[in-house]
C-alpha cells in the first residue's frame, strides 16, 4: 500500500512538471521553428520569400519558399497585418486562450508542486504510517501473525512460575465460562518484570502462538512524538482498533519509555510523555470499560514507572521474569540445543552448573558461540570442550595471544594472578577458583575466575570480608614480590571492585556498626530517587569513607598475611603459570603442591566437572572474574 502511494505520488508530480513546461515552451510547434528577428521577418516579406503567416498573440510563425519554418515576435506598435496584406500574404490568426485558464493553472501549480513535496516528506518522516502526513495520531501497532516460526510455551523453559502466571491468562481467553461462572474477570493487565535477557519478549510471543486471538505488538517508544498530543491520540487509536478484534491481547514492550512517574521530568504535567500517560491509564481502567482487550507489558525498570499504572485494574499481575536457576538453565539450554547436533560427551547439567548468573540471551549465545567454534574447526557436532572454550569467552572475553608481552610483564602478570588463586584457595568461604590464566583476554592481561558450587542468593558479612580480602591479592602479591616501588596499575580493576563491594557493606547492608542500619546510598552518591532531600553532615560522610577504607584495608593485610605464609605455595603457582599459561582448579591445586599439573590417573582429574563464574551480589548478570591484572569497569555492588 505504500509503495502504491509513493508511485502515485511521483507519477502526478511528473505530470505537473510536463504541464509546466508545455505552458513555458508555448507548444511543440514552437520548438520546431528556428527564431529570427522581426527586421529579417520584414525583409523577408518584402523579398516576397513568405507564403503564409500565422499569428498568435505577440507571436508569428510562418513558412518560407523554401519550407523552412520560422518565429518571431512582433514589436507593439507594428502594423504587421496590413503590410502582409499588402504583399498579398495569405494571414491566419488563432485565438489567446492562456490568459483564462492556462494562466490560472501557471500561476497556481507552484503551490500544488510545494504542497505535493511536504505531503511526500511529512510521509517519511511519519516512517510512512497509516494516513500519512495526515495520520499523525494513528497508531503503529501491528498485529501478530506468525505463519512462520510460531512460538509457544513449549519454546519456554527455565521461568515456570511466570509461565504459569501466563498460562492462566490464556485459558481464560479460550474458555472465559470456565472462570466466569465462579465470578472471576478476566485480567486487564500483566506486567513482565525482569533483567534484561530473561525472555519477557518470547513470553509475549508464546502468548500470541498459544492464545489463538489478535495480538497487537507495539513498542513503547512508538507513542512518543514531538508533537504534544499525538502520543495520546495514538493510544486511543490502538485501543479503538483492540475493541473491534476483542478478546485479544495488546503487548506493549520496554513500557517505561512512555509510563514513568508522572511529575519527575521537565514540563510539569504538559509535556507529551505526561499526556500520552494520561490517555493510557483511563483506557486501562475509566469510566469505559474495554472488555475483552489484555493488556501484556514488559519493562527492566519497575522502579520508575508512575504508580498509577501498577494499581489493581490495570496491571492486576506483576509477573517477576528472573534469571533461571541451575534447573531452569539446564532446560533453556535443551531448548536452544534442539537444533544443533550435540556430541556423545556433552552433559547440559554440567554446563548449567558451570553458568550461574546466565540470562535466557546468555546462554543462547553460549549455545551459539558453541556451534561456531565446532564448525570452525570442521566439526560435525559440537563437543563439551567447544562448550568451555565458548565459556570461556562468554565470561572473560576472547583470548588474545596475538598480544606482545615481554617476559617482565608476564612474569608479574602470573605472580598477580598467582595472589588472587592461593588467597581464594586458603579462605574457606571464598566461592571455589574455576580456572586461573595470564593470556590476555577482553582488557585484562590475566584473570583467576572463582564460581560459587550451587547459586548464591545472599551475602554474608564473612564472606564479603574474604571475598575483598581475595580481590586485594593480587596488588598484596605484586607489593611482596617487587616492592612498593615497583607496583603497576594492574590491580585498578581490583580496587575498583573492592571498593564497590565496601561501600555496598557500608552504605546498603548495614554491615558497619560505626554507619549503623541506615540506607546511605542515594544521598551520599547524589541521587534524587526516594530519598530526595535527605541530607548528609559531613561527619557522616567522613565516618563513610572511613569505614569504606577500613574494610579494605583490613583485607589487603589480610591477603598480605597468607601470601606470606604461604609463600612457597604461591612461588610455585606463578612458575607454573607462567609454564602452562592456563590452569583449571583442579591443577592449580596440584602445581602448589608440587605435583605436574595433570594426573596420570584420569580419575583424579574433576575436568570440565567445575562451575563457573560467579558475580558480585547484585551485580549485572553477567558474569564477572574474581580478580584481574587489567583496567575493567567498576561493578555495581
Not at 404 to 410: P, Y
Not at 449 to 475: F, Y
Not at 553 to 578: N, P, V
Amino acid at each position: 500500500m505504500g509503495n502504491a502511494r509513493n508511485i502515485a505520488f511521483w507519477v502526478v508530480l511528473f505530470l505537473l512538471i510536463l504541464a509546466l513546461f508545455n505552458l513555458f515552451s508555448g507548444g511543440g510547434s514552437t520548438l520546431q521553428s528556428r527564431e529570427i528577428s522581426y527586421s529579417d521577418f520584414v525583409q523577408s516579406v518584402d523579398d516576397q520569400n513568405v507564403t503564409a503567416v500565422t499569428i498568435d498573440g505577440e507571436q508569428i510563425r510562418y513558412r518560407s519558399n523554401d519550407g523552412t519554418d520560422y518565429v518571431t515576435v512582433k514589436p507593439e506598435d507594428a502594423q504587421v497585418t496590413d503590410m502582409l496584406i499588402n504583399k498579398g500574404v495569405v494571414v491566419r490568426a488563432e485565438q489567446q486562450e492562456q490568459s483564462g485558464f492556462q494562466a490560472f493553472l501557471l500561476s497556481l501549480l507552484p503551490f500544488l508542486l510545494l504542497i505535493g513535496v511536504w505531503i511526500y516528506f511529512m510521509n517519511r518522516m511519519q516512517g510512512g504510517g497509516k494516513g500519512g502526513a495526515m495520520g499523525f495520531g494513528k497508531s503503529k501497532a501491528k498485529l501478530l501473525t506468525e505463519k512462520h516460526g510460531r512460538v509457544t510455551f513449549d519454546d519456554v523453559a527455565g521461568i515456570d512460575e511466570a509461565k504459569e502466571e501466563l498460562e492462566e491468562i490464556v485459558e481464560f481467553l479460550r474458555n472465559p465460562q470456565k472462570f466466569s461462572r465462579l465470578g472471576g474477570k478476566i485480567p486487564k493487565g500483566a506486567l513482565l518484570v525482569g533483567p534484561p535477557g530473561t525472555g519477557k519478549t518470547l513470553l509475549a510471543r508464546a502468548i500470541a502462538g498459544e492464545a489463538g486471538v489478535p495480538f497487537f505488538t507495539i513498542s513503547g517508544s512508538d507513542f512518543v512524538e514531538m508533537f504534544v498530543g499525538v502520543g495520546a491520540s495514538r493510544v486511543r487509536d490502538m485501543f479503538e482498533q483492540a475493541k473491534k478484534n476483542a478478546p485479544c491481547i495488546v503487548f506493549i514492550d520496554e513500557i517505561d519509555a512512555v509510563g514513568r512517574n508522572r511529575g519527575s521530568g521537565y514540563g510539569g504535567g504538559n509535556d507529551e510523555r505526561e499526556q500520552t500517560l494520561n490517555q493510557l491509564l483511563v483506557e486501562m481502567d475509566g469510566f469505559e470499560a474495554n472488555e475483552g482487550v489484555i493488556i501484556v507489558a514488559a519493562t527492566n525498570r519497575r522502579d520508575v514507572l508512575d504508580p498509577a499504572l501498577l494499581r489493581p485494574g490495570r496491571f492486576d499481575r506483576q509477573v517477576m521474569v528472573g534469571n533461571p536457576d541451575i534447573k531452569g538453565r539446564e532446560k533453556i539450554l535443551g531448548v536452544h540445543a534442539r537444533k544443533t547436533p550435540l556430541g556423545p560427551d556433552v552433559d547440559l547439567r554440567i554446563i548449567a552448573r558451570g553458568t550461574p548468573g546466565f540470562s535466557g540471551a546468555d546462554l543462547a549465545n553460549l549455545v551459539n558461540e558453541a556451534a561456531l567454534m565446532a564448525a570452525r574447526v570442521g566439526r560435525r557436532f559440537v563437543t563439551m570442550e567447544d562448550f568451555e572454550n565458548a565459556k570461556d569467552k562468554v565470561m572473560m572475553g576472547a583470548e588474545r595471544r596475538s598480544m606482545v608481552l615481554t617476559a617482565d610483564q608476564k612474569e608479574k602478570t602470573a605472580y598477580h594472578e598467582a595472589g588472587h588463586a592461593v588467597v581464594g584457595l586458603v579462605l574457606p568461604q571464598c566461592d571455589p577458583v574455576y580456572k586461573a590464566t595470564i593470556i590476555p583476554r577482553g582488557g585484562a592481561l590475566g584473570m583467576v575466575v572463582s564460581l560459587p558450587e550451587i547459586d548464591r542468593l545472599n551475602w554474608h558479612l564473612s564472606e564479603c570480608e574474604e571475598k575483598m580480602a581475595m580481590t586485594m591479592a593480587g596488588k598484596a602479591a605484586e607489593i611482596i614480590k617487587y616492592g612498593e616501588p615497583n607496583v603497576s596499575n594492574g590491580p585498578a580493576g581490583d580496587i575498583q571492585q573492592a571498593s564497590a563491594l565496601a561501600r555496598a557493606m557500608v552504605l546498603r547492608w548495614g554491615m558497619s556498626d560505626k554507619i549503623g542500619n541506615i540506607d546511605y546510598s542515594e544521598a551520599h552518591e547524589g541521587y534524587q530517587g526516594n530519598t530526595a532531600g535527605l541530607s548528609v553532615s559531613a561527619h557522616t560522610k567522613e565516618l563513610i569513607e572511613a569505614e569504606v577504607q577500613r574494610f579494605i584495608t583490613e583485607a589487603y593485610d589480610r591477603a598480605f598475611q597468607i601470601l606470606t605464609d604461604h609463600k612457597e605455595d604461591w612461588e610455585r603457582l606463578a612458575q607454573g603459570l607462567l609454564e602452562y599459561e592456563t590452569l583449571t582448579g583442579e591443577e592449580i591445586k596440584r602445581v602448589m603442591k608440587g605435583e605436574p599439573p595433570h594426573s596420570s590417573d584420569p580419575s583424579d582429574d574433576d575436568g570440565n566437572d567445575t562451575p563457573s563464574v560467579t558475580a558480585i551480589p547484585k551485580s549485572k548478570p553477567k558474569v564477572k572474574p574474581a580478580g584481574d591484572s587489567g583496567l575493567e569497569p567498576e561493578p555495581s555492588a
